[in-house]
């Protein structure tokens, strides 16, 4: 049986290094072998979200409202 890694990887911050351009630009990444456990509880939570009419196609830091961001972080941690 072959092993598989899985590589997520995100940016802050942008290309746009004039004046008008973050100041800062970052990359981070974590690998893990097998990151289905913490799913199932994503995705109920994205459900609850859908069902008391959130449009929540996915979750994004940076564009959740704070309640939403709180609980995220709980589920994460």
């Known amino acids: 049986m072959s092993r598989c890694a899985y ?18 630009f970052v990359l981070t990444s974590v690998s893990t072998r097998r ?3 913490p799913h199932a509880p ?3 939570y994205k459900h609850d979200c859908l069902e008391f009419g ?3 196609e996915y979750f994004h830091c940076a564009e959740d409202n704070p309640r ?10």
């Open 7 to 24: 590589i997520f990887l995100d940016e802050a911050g942008n290309f746009d290094f004039s004046p008008k351009g973050t100041r800062y």
């Open 54 to 56: 959130l449009d929540t």
């Open 35 to 37: 990151p289905f456990a």
């Open 68 to 77: 939403v961001r709180r609980r995220v972080f709980e589920l994460i941690a």
């Open 42 to 44: 994503m995705d109920d």
